[in-house]
């Protein structure tokens, strides 16, 4: 399920291909291998968990599943990521935005998605490791585009089409349309629900 634009659950029927497709590029693009030890910080009811668990057990990674107490208090989240030795988590930004980013020296890989992060989150994470802005509408198996932030990035932009796969702004009529010009976004590609 995702939340789409309305808030309320939209319910998506992927195909294997589609999530064999997301898995092995996902995989690729944030360095995920057998030795990774990755969060499943989102609820199972909720499209983004797939970004955690298919990758990781498809590479022989090891998942770690907070405790509820773990998932409430971002202390207590911390400190399970920093005993773990966590090396890949996906974490929302309204989160990112009230953890101790300070103490998160262990975790090299940061994906974030579904709104914008603070520019002091990735100000603190692209100094330390690899922050990844991804992005996917209801129609797309996870996400469509993904972008690694660099120092002074801001996330406002979609990032590019991942593998295999292509994105339009279009205009009512059907037409590109300027950078300027709000459209709506046309996806292309094994992604595609």
């Not at 992060?117 to 603190?124: H, L």
């Not at 972008?147 to 994105?167: E, F, K, M, W, Y």
């Amino acid at each position: 399920y995702t939340s789409g634009t309305t808030g309320v659950p939209k319910g998506v029927l992927l195909s294997q291909a589609n999530l064999a497709h997301f898995t092995a590029w996902y995989a690729a693009y944030v360095q995920l291998d057998e030795h990774s030890r990755v969060l499943q910080f989102s609820s199972l009811g909720f499209d983004s968990s797939l970004i955690d668990i298919f990758p990781t057990l498809m590479q022989g990674a090891e998942l770690i599943v907070p405790n509820d107490d773990q998932k409430r208090d971002p202390l207590q989240l911390v400190e399970l990521i920093r005993q773990r030795t966590l090396s890949h988590a996906f974490l929302p930004p309204a989160l990112l935005s009230i953890l101790p980013l300070d103490q998160l020296q262990g975790l090299d890989h940061v994906m974030t998605g579904g709104d914008v992060c603070e520019p002091f989150v990735i100000e603190q994470l692209t100094r330390e490791g690899k922050l990844y802005n991804l992005y996917g509408p209801t129609e797309a198996t996870v996400l469509i585009t993904a972008r690694q932030l660099r120092h002074g990035d801001n996330n406002r932009t979609l990032g590019a089409p991942i593998a295999n796969s292509q994105v339009f702004i279009l205009d009512e009529d059907l037409h590109p349309v300027a950078e300027q010009i709000v459209g709506e976004v046309f996806i292309v590609g094994p992604g595609v629900c």
